[in-house]
């Protein structure tokens, strides 16, 4: 089944202790995308890769880090958890990011910093 | 500053009517748009998009209509459905980046 696979779904965690969430693609896609999704502020794009070792920046980058070493998976890092980035997560990838397909998104990661 | 805007946070539609959503845009640039619907603890999953060369898409139950001049488009649910309860985002990109604008969504309440 054609899936984007993220974990954990849930996460508690204190301000400044560093965690990864992990995502993961079965389609072979070359772009990927995280977002995150705050109430009134609806999906805001955080990072993105067009391929692999190829990231850029989204419009709220500010607190995460992304690595693109294989095609199949993108990892978001907070290396030091605020709680302003409490929020809910979502992975994506498309077959290609060229703004012209569809993205298929993973069933997201609700994050709580305390 | 909001590129894409949608203005209405929630709609209640009785089953069997017409569910308009609207979704506005800022960005002439703008050339790709999307809509994606999202039930509560599952990620969003695509509906219906349209290319600006376009004015109309249609598959099955649901059209999206695009007014460039006025940087305007809605997605036509008919007939609505007790199932169609979810929020729906729309999406704007330009084909020339990899950037992908959403909106703040709308959500749908169909009521049987």
């Known amino acids: 089944e054609a899936q984007v696979t993220q974990n954990p779904r849930y996460l508690i965690t204190v301000t400044g202790k560093k965690l990864t969430v992990t995502c993961s693609q079965n389609m072979n896609h070359e772009y990927m995308s995280w977002y995150r999704q705050d109430p009134g502020l609806g999906l805001r794009q955080i990072y993105y890769?067009?391929?692999?070792?190829?990231?850029d920046k989204g419009d709220v980058p500010e607190g995460y880090k992304v690595s693109r070493k294989e095609k199949r998976n993108f990892p978001l890092i907070l290396e030091s958890p605020s709680p302003n980035q409490t929020s809910l997560y979502f992975c994506?990838?498309?077959?290609?990011?060229?703004?012209?397909?569809?993205?298929?998104f993973g069933q997201g990661t609700r994050l709580t910093v305390v | 500053d909001q590129q894409v805007k949608q203005n209405s946070p929630s709609l209640s539609v009785q089953e069997g009517r017409i569910s308009i959503l609207n979704c506005d845009y800022t960005n002439s640039m703008f050339d790709y748009f999307l809509w994606y619907k999202k039930y509560p603890a599952e990620g969003p999953t695509f509906l219906i998009s349209?290319?600006?060369?376009?004015d109309k898409n249609e598959d099955g139950r649901f059209t999206v209509f695009l007014n460039k001049s006025a940087k305007h488009l809605s997605l036509h649910i008919v007939p609505s459905q007790p199932g169609d309860s979810a929020v729906y985002f729309c999406a704007a990109s330009h084909s020339g980046t990899y950037k992908y604008i959403f909106g703040t969504g709308t959500r749908l309440k169909v009521l049987a």
């Open positions: 349209i290319s600006s060369i376009k």
């Open positions: 994506a990838s498309s077959f290609a990011g060229r703004g012209n397909t569809e993205a298929f």
């Open positions: 890769s067009m391929n692999v070792e190829v990231t």
